[in-house]
C-alpha cells in the first residue's frame, strides 16, 4: 500500500469518527430535549386535567418534536455515517484536519489537489509521494475531540433533576399517569376525587331479560352522600344500602357501558356484557278436533293449556328468538319441534288422556333456558243419555205411547227399539226408529207400530240410544224396560165394553147434575124477574151458578168424545153406532157454544141491564133444557148401543167355549182329557154367565128393555152339566174315557151353542125396532100434534076478539093449560118413540122445548093479562108446532118409504173413487153457497125436502094467514120452516123476529141438508145460530162419509205412491174438518176444500182392486203398521215439560263453559 492509500484510509477514519462524535452528541441532545418537552407536556396535563381533544393535541405534538429530534440528532449522523449520503469531502476533511494540526496546516490539503491534477508526471508523482510520506505519521482522527461531545451530557441533568424533584418530592405515579392520559387521549378521564369507587359486583356478565344487581362503595377521606350511575347517557341516583349503593337493572337486551358518578367525581368506565338467551317470541295452539265433533278448527294465542276433546289433534307453533333447539317433554315421551324457518318451531300430536307437559328452549349459550309447563284436560266422549215418558190411555187398549228426549256430546246416530216375548227372552228382536244426527232430540213412539208381534202374548222392549264416537266406537244407552201385553180380539171387545159402562156410569151422572142445574137456573131466572135491582147475593149465585155449569158444560164435552172415540173403536158400519157418533159430535158442538154463551155472560153479568140478563138467562135455560132432553135421549140410545154390544160379546165367549166343549168331547177315546181342561172351560163358563147376570140388569134399567131370550135356570142346568163332567171324569179309573162323558160334554156344548145363538138374534134385532110399530105410534102423535096446533089457533082467534079477550082471561087460561097438558102427552109419546127411533134428534128437541118455552110465557102474560105479548107467544107456539108437524111428517115419509123398499145394506161397496171425487165437488159448491149467506140480508124460506123443492110454508109471515105446511127435498138449498116476518094485524101465525144470520125476514131455522142462504162465513162458530152450526155439521159430517170411503179405497191400492198420495189426502180432510169446526166456512176452509178436490183428480187415474180384503170385522190386531208410528201422540198434546230442550241445543261455547252449563243442568235436573 501506497503512502497515499494510508493517507486516504487516515483521512476515512477522520470521517467516520466526525460523524461518530455527532451521533453521540445527537443521542445526548436527543435524551436531554426530548424528556424536558414531555415532561413539559406532562406537566401540562398533570395540573390541568385537559381534555381529549388537547390531549390529542398533546400527543402529536410529542410525536412530531421527537421524530424531530431523533431525525436531526440520530438518523441524519446514523446517514451520514453508513454513508447513507455523502458527507464531508476529502477536502473539507483535510481543512479541518489542518486546522486542528498545525503543522500539516495546508500540506494536505495541496497533497490532495496535486494527486487531483490530471496532468500527471514522475516530478508530480514524486513530489505526491513525498508528501505522503511526510504526512504519513500524523493519526488524523485524533483531529477528533469526544470530550466536546460527552459535553452535552450535562443537558441530560436537567430531565434527571425534574424526575427526581417529583419521584422525590411528588407522586410520581400520578404524574405518569397523565402520559396515559394523553396516549388515551380518546378516554374520559376525570381528576382524582378525594374518593375511589369500588365495584363490589364478582363479574359483569347476565342473561338477556335477567335482572341485575350493581353494587358499588367508595373508599377514601371523605365519603359522598349519593352516587349516580350512568347509563346510555341517562344518569340514574343508586339507592344507598348502609354505604353500599345499589342499582338493579331491570331485563337488560344488550351489552352496555356503565360509570359511577359522585360529587362532580367520575369513576372508570366498566363494560357489562349480555348473553343472547333463546327466548320464545310467540306461542299458537292449533286445535283440530275430531270431524263427528262438527266444531270448528280452533286457534288459540298465547296459551299453552287447554281443555279439548278426546281424539284432538294439537298442532304447536312456536315463534322463537336466539333459539336453536325447542323440546316438548311428556310423561313418558320427549320430542324436538321441528324448525321449519328462521326461529319457526313446529310439532303436531293427537291427544286422548289428560297430560302435563313442558317445553324447553337452547341455544349455545344456555341449554334448557325456558322450561315452560302446561297441561290438556281431555274431555271424553260420554254416554248417550236417554229419557223416556210412557203414557197409556185407559180409553186405548193394545197401545202404549212414549215420549223421549235423546241427548249426547256431540251427536245421537240412532235410536232402536229392542223388543222381545217374555217367555223367550234370548229371542230379540230389534226396529229402528230415527237417525237424529243432532246432539239433541226429541221423538215420539207409538208400541207397537212397526214390530212384529202376536196377539194374546206379553212382550217386553226397551229403547237404545246410539252416540256416534269415531275415537272409541259406538256407545250405547238403554231406557228402563217397559211391558205389555197385546190382547186378543174377545179380550180388547171386553175391555172396550167396559170403558163403556164407565163411561155411560159417568154420563149418568152429569144428567142428575144438570137437571139440578137446569133447576137452580129456572129459580135464579125467576127470582131476578121479580127484583128490580140484582143484590150483591144474587150476582155470587149467578157467578157462582155460571161456573158451576161452566164446568158441567166441560165434563159434557169430555165424555162425549171419550164416548165417540169408544164407539169409532168399534168398527161397525151399523145405523146405531154411526147415529150415535153423529149425535155425540153434536153434543160436543152444543156443548162448546153453551160454554162459550156462558163466558159470555160471566164477562157481561155485571155491566148489562136487567132486561137484558133475564134474556140471556132464559136462552141459558132453555139451552139447557134442550141438551138435558138430548142427553136423557143420547144416555138411553147409547146404554141400549151397550146393551146389544155386550151381548154379542158374549155370544162370541160362548161360540168359543161351545167350540172348546166340542173339541173335548171328539177327542179319541185313549186321549182322556184331563180334569184341568174341563175344569178351565167351567171357569170360563161361570164367569161368562156372571157377565150374562150383569148385562140382565143393565137391560132391565132401559126404559123398554131388550129381549135377551135367556133365563137364569138356562145357565144354571148348564153349569150343574158342567160340573157332571168334570166329576165323571174324574172318577173313570182305567184310563179309557167312557162314550157316556162324551156324549154329555157334545150336549153341554150344543146347549152353549144355543145360548150364543139366542144372545147373536136379540143383539143383531135390538138395535133396530118394528118400523111398522113405529110408523104407527107415530103417525098417532103426529095426529095428536095436529090437533094440538089447530087449538092453538083457534085460541088465537079467540084472544083476537080483545073484548072477549079480556072479559074471559081466566077461562083462557085454563083453556090454553089444557093444551099444554096436550102437548105434554103428545111429548111424553114421542119421547118414548126417540128412544126407538133415533132419527128423532136434537132438532126436534130443540124445537120441543121452544114449544114449551113459549106455552109458559104465554100462560104468564095471559096471568097478567097481557094480551098482546101472549098472542105473540101463542104465535111462537103455533109455529114451533108446525115446524114439529112438518119434521115428523117427513120422518114418517121415510119410515113408509123404507117399508116400501125393504132394508138394505146400500151400495157403500161399491162406492168408487169418481163418487168420491163427485162428492167432493158437490160438498165444495155447497160450501160455496154457504159462503153467500156472509153479504144476504135476508133469509129465503123454504123447508127441507127429499128433492130440493122450496118449502111452501114461507108465506105465512108476510100475509098473516097460517101457510101450508111445505116439503122440501134433502138437498134443497132453503133450509128454514118459513119467514117468521113481521108482525101482522090480522095474522094468525108466522110472526116474530127472525133469529139467522141472515138479518132479515126468515130465522133461517132448518132441518134439513140444505141450510138456507143466510148461512154465516166467518172466522168462527161463536155467535153463529143454530141453522148455521147445523150447516157447519152437515159438511162436516159429509166431509167424513167422502173420508171414510177413500179409506176403504186406501187399503185396496197396490202402487205405493198411490196410496202415499191417498194417506196424503186423508190428513187433508182430517185438517179441514179441524178448520170447519174451528172457522166456520170461511175462505181458508174453501181454500182447503179447492185443494182436496184438486188432489183426488190426481189420484182418479190410481189403480184399485176392489173386494181383496174383506171388511174387518173389528180393529183389534188390524191396525198393523209397516212402518213405526213417530209422531206426537194427542195424550202428549198437553205435556209441556219435554226437558227444556230449547236451551241445551249445541251453543258455540269454548269447551270450559260448556262444561260449566253441564253442570248447571245436572244440579238442577
Request: one cysteine or more; glycine letters at 6%; proline letters at 2%.
Amino acid at each position: 500500500m501506497t503512502a497515499l492509500d494510508q493517507i486516504k484510509n487516515n483521512l476515512r477514519a477522520f470521517v467516520k469518527s466526525y460523524y461518530t462524535a455527532q451521533l453521540l452528541r445527537g443521542f445526548i441532545l436527543f435524551l436531554a430535549l426530548g424528556s424536558l418537552f414531555l415532561f413539559l407536556v406532562l406537566g401540562f396535563e398533570y395540573f390541568l386535567w385537559l381534555g381529549s381533544k388537547v390531549r390529542l393535541g398533546f400527543l402529536i405534538s410529542i410525536l412530531l418534536v421527537e421524530f424531530y429530534l431523533l431525525y436531526r440528532f440520530i438518523i441524519v449522523p446514523l446517514i451520514y455515517l453508513f454513508q447513507l449520503k455523502n458527507g464531508l469531502t476529502d477536502k473539507q476533511a483535510a481543512n479541518s484536519i489542518g486546522k486542528h494540526f498545525p503543522e500539516i496546516d495546508d500540506r494536505l490539503s495541496n497533497l490532495l489537489d496535486l494527486e487531483a491534477n490530471d496532468e500527471q508526471s514522475e516530478l508530480l508523482v514524486a513530489s505526491i509521494h513525498q508528501r505522503a510520506e511526510e504526512l504519513k505519521p500524523f493519526n488524523f482522527s485524533k483531529a477528533i475531540d469526544f470530550s466536546k461531545s460527552f459535553s452535552y451530557a450535562k443537558w441530560i441533568a436537567i430531565p434527571l433533576f425534574i424526575f427526581s424533584v417529583i419521584y422525590f418530592f411528588g407522586d410520581i405515579r400520578s404524574f405518569f399517569q397523565s402520559y396515559q392520559r394523553v396516549i388515551n387521549y380518546d378516554l374520559a378521564y376525570a381528576k382524582p376525587a378525594p374518593f375511589n369507587f369500588v365495584l363490589l359486583n364478582d363479574d359483569l356478565l347476565a342473561l338477556q331479560n335477567e335482572s341485575t344487581l350493581i353494587s358499588v362503595e367508595t373508599i377514601g377521606d371523605l365519603q359522598p352522600e349519593a352516587i349516580a350511575i350512568n347509563l346510555a347517557g341517562e344518569e340514574y341516583l343508586m339507592k344507598n344500602n348502609n354505604g353500599v349503593f345499589q342499582y338493579e337493572i331491570k331485563s337488560p337486551k344488550e351489552s352496555f357501558t356503565f360509570y359511577f358518578s359522585a360529587n362532580g367525581f367520575t369513576s372508570n368506565s366498566y363494560n357489562f356484557e349480555v348473553i343472547k338467551t333463546p327466548t320464545i317470541l310467540d306461542f299458537i295452539l292449533e286445535l283440530s278436533y275430531p270431524k263427528y265433533t262438527h266444531k270448528k278448527k280452533e286457534t288459540l294465542s298465547g296459551v299453552g293449556s287447554a281443555t279439548v276433546l278426546e281424539g284432538t289433534k294439537v298442532s304447536w307453533k312456536v315463534a322463537t328468538a336466539d333459539t336453536d333447539c325447542l323440546l316438548f317433554k311428556g310423561a313418558d315421551t320427549i320430542q324436538y319441534f321441528m324448525s321449519s324457518a328462521a326461529g319457526m318451531f313446529s310439532l303436531s300430536k293427537a291427544v286422548y288422556n289428560s297430560l302435563k307437559y313442558s317445553i324447553s328452549t337452547s341455544n349455545k349459550n344456555v341449554s334448557d333456558f325456558e322450561n315452560l309447563e302446561y297441561s290438556f284436560e281431555v274431555i271424553k266422549d260420554e254416554f248417550p243419555k236417554i229419557t223416556v215418558i210412557e203414557r197409556k190411555d185407559s180409553l186405548v187398549h193394545n197401545k202404549a205411547y212414549y215420549s223421549g228426549n235423546l241427548s249426547d256430546d256431540y251427536g245421537v246416530s240412532s235410536l232402536k227399539l229392542y223388543y222381545y216375548n217374555i217367555l223367550s227372552p234370548d229371542s230379540i228382536m230389534s226396529l229402528e226408529l230415527l237417525k237424529p244426527n243432532s246432539p239433541v232430540s226429541s221423538f215420539y213412539y207409538t208400541f207397537p207400530s212397526g214390530v212384529n208381534i202376536v196377539s194374546d202374548n206379553s212382550y217386553a222392549y226397551y229403547f237404545q240410544v246410539s252416540d256416534n264416537d269415531q275415537v272409541n266406537g259406538s256407545k250405547h244407552s238403554k231406557s228402563q224396560t217397559f211391558t205389555a201385553t197385546i190382547l186378543g180380539d174377545n179380550q180388547l171387545k171386553n175391555k172396550e165394553l167396559e170403558s163403556q159402562q164407565t163411561i155411560i156410569s159417568s154420563l149418568d151422572k152429569t144428567v142428575e147434575k144438570l137437571k139440578n142445574q137446569t133447576k137452580a137456573m129456572e129459580e135464579l131466572s125467576g127470582s131476578q124477574k121479580e127484583k128490580s135491582i140484582l143484590s150483591f147475593n144474587d150476582k155470587s149465585k149467578l157467578n157462582s151458578l155460571l161456573q158451576k155449569q161452566e164446568l158441567q158444560e166441560n165434563q159434557m164435552q169430555k165424555f162425549s168424545k171419550q164416548l165417540k172415540d169408544n164407539l169409532n173403536k168399534a168398527n161397525r158400519d151399523d145405523g146405531l153406532n154411526k147415529l150415535l157418533q153423529e149425535r155425540l159430535e153434536r153434543q160436543e158442538l152444543q156443548a162448546k157454544k153453551n160454554k162459550e154463551l156462558i163466558e159470555s155472560l160471566k164477562k157481561v153479568a155485571d155491566k148489562i141491564n136487567k132486561e137484558d140478563l133475564s134474556k140471556r138467562l132464559d136462552d141459558l135455560a132453555k139451552n139447557q133444557k134442550s141438551g138435558q132432553r138430548n142427553l136423557e135421549q143420547l144416555l138411553e140410545l147409547t146404554k141400549r148401543y151397550y146393551v146389544t154390544e155386550a151381548a154379542s160379546q158374549l155370544s162370541k165367549d160362548f161360540n168359543e167355549l161351545s167350540r172348546k166343549e166340542m173339541a173335548l168331547a171328539k177327542s179319541k177315546l185313549n186321549d182322556i182329557p184331563s180334569k184341568a181342561d174341563q175344569e178351565k172351560i167351567n171357569e170360563l163358563f161361570r164367569s161368562a154367565s156372571n157377565k150374562l147376570e150383569e148385562l140382565k140388569k143393565d137391560n132391565n134399567n132401559l126404559k123398554k128393555p131388550i129381549s135377551l131370550g135367556i133365563e137364569k135356570s138356562d145357565t144354571d142346568s148348564l153349569n150343574k152339566d158342567l160340573n157332571k163332567i168334570s166329576e165323571q171324569l174324574d172318577k173313570e179309573a182305567n184310563g179309557q174315557k167312557s162314550s157316556s162323558s162324551s156324549a154329555k160334554q157334545k150336549s153341554a156344548a150344543e146347549k152353549i151353542k144355543e145360548l150364543s145363538e139366542a144372545l147373536s138374534e136379540s143383539s143383531s134385532t135390538s138395535g133396530g125396532s118394528n118400523v111398522t110399530e113405529d110408523a104407527e105410534v107415530l103417525r098417532q102423535i103426529l095426529d095428536n100434534l095436529i090437533i094440538f096446533t089447530f087449538k092453538q089457533e083457534a085460541m088465537i082467534d079467540d084472544l083476537s076478539d080483545k073484548e072477549n079477550a079480556f072479559a074471559n082471561t081466566s077461562k083462557v087460561i085454563l083453556k090454553q093449560q089444557e093444551l099444554k097438558t096436550l102437548f105434554a102427552h103428545v111429548d111424553d109419546s114421542l119421547f118414548a118413540l126417540s128412544l126407538r127411533v133415533p132419527e128423532i134428534s136434537e132438532t126436534i128437541n130443540r124445537e120441543v122445548t121452544e114449544l114449551y118455552y113459549n106455552l109458559d110465557n104465554v100462560v104468564e102474560n095471559l096471568s097478567e093479562s097481557r094480551i098482546y105479548q101472549s098472542v105473540s107467544y101463542q104465535k111462537y107456539v103455533l109455529n114451533s108446532g108446525n115446524i114439529l108437524s112438518d119434521l115428523l111428517a117427513n120422518i114418517l115419509d121415510n119410515m113408509q118409504e123404507s117399508m116400501k123398499s125393504g132394508k138394505g145394506e146400500g151400495s157403500g161397496e161399491d162406492f168408487q173413487l169418481p163418487d168420491i171425487i163427485k162428492g167432493q165437488s158437490d160438498l165444495n159448491k155447497k160450501m160455496g153457497q154457504a159462503g153467500q149467506g156472509k153479504d144476504s140480508t135476508k133469509g129465503e124460506s123454504g123447508s127441507s125436502g127429499k128433492n130440493g123443492q122450496e118449502g111452501q110454508q114461507g108465506s105465512q109471515g108476510k100475509n098473516g094467514t097460517s101457510g101450508k105446511q111445505g116439503k122440501g127435498g134433502k138437498d134443497g138449498e132453503s133450509g128454514s120452516s118459513g119467514s117468521n116476518g113481521k108482525e101482522s094485524n090480522g095474522g094468525t101465525s108466522g110472526s116474530g123476529e127472525g133469529d139467522s144470520n141472515g138479518d132479515g125476514e126468515g130465522n133461517g131455522q132448518s132441518y134439513g141438508k140444505g141450510n138456507g142462504k143466510g148461512g154465516a162465513m166467518g172466522n168462527g162458530n161463536t155467535g153463529l145460530s143454530e141453522d148455521a152450526l147445523k150447516e157447519i155439521y152437515e159438511i162436516y159430517k159429509e166431509q167424513e162419509l167422502l173420508k171414510n170411503k177413500l179409506e176403504q179405497q186406501l187399503s185396496n191400492m197396490i202402487n205405493k205412491e198411490d196410496r202415499s198420495l191417498g194417506q196424503k189426502l186423508i190428513r187433508q180432510m182430517n185438517d179441514f174438518q179441524n178448520s170447519l169446526l174451528e172457522n166456520g166456512v170461511a175462505r181458508s176452509t174453501i181454500d182447503k176444500a179447492t185443494i182436496i178436490q184438486y188432489e183426488l183428480i190426481k189420484l182418479e187415474g190410481a189403480a184399485m182392486k176392489q173386494g181383496e180384503k174383506k171388511e174387518r170385522e173389528s180393529n183389534t190386531n188390524s191396525n198393523s203398521f209397516t212402518n213405526p208410528v213417530l209422531t206426537q201422540p194427542a195424550i202428549f198434546d198437553n205435556y209441556k215439560n219435554q226437558n227444556e230442550i230449547l236451551n241445551r241445543q249445541a251453543l258455540p261455547l269454548r269447551q270450559n263453559y260448556q262444561n260449566r252449563i253441564k253442570e248447571y243442568f245436572n244440579t238442577n235436573d
